[in-house]
Nanobody, 114 residues
Framework: QVQLQESGPGLVKPSQTLSLTCTVS??????????WSWFRQPQGKLLEWVGA???????FFSPSLNSRTSISRDTSKNQFTLHLSSVTPEDTAMYYC??????WGQGTQVTVSS
């Protein structure tokens, strides 16, 4: 059974870069045809797709966040990491890592504040 666990800072200052890591167990992030995504949900708002990395390392990003977003991976640790630059308070949200649409991490709250 695949399990995903997000980790990273709970508080980030405006203009800094947010980095969140997802550690995967029970499956390999290089397994054929799987895509590994990041979603976020600000309190009281809809869930938003942030971006994804494929099993071969190709990356895809939300057009609204594309210029500020990157995703990297460490296959030796079975982890993938979201990097979101130049954060503002509007980036405050619960962030989730996901395999496909069916396996979700528990989420991690990120607050952007000085």
């Amino acid at each position: 059974q695949v399990q995903l666990q997000e980790s990273g800072p709970g508080l980030v200052k405006p203009s800094q870069t947010l980095s969140l890591t997802c550690t995967v167990s029970g499956a390999s992030i290089t397994t054929n045809f799987h895509y590994w995504s990041w979603f976020r949900q600000p309190q009281g708002k809809l869930l938003e797709w942030v971006g994804a990395i494929s099993y071969i390392g190709s990356t895809f990003f939300s057009p609204s966040l594309n210029s500020r977003t990157s995703i990297s991976r460490d296959t030796s640790k079975n982890q993938f990491t979201l990097h979101l630059s130049s954060v503002t308070p509007e980036d405050t949200a619960m962030y989730y890592c996901v395999r496909g649409y069916s396996a979700w991490g528990q989420g991690t709250q990120v607050t952007v504040s000085s």
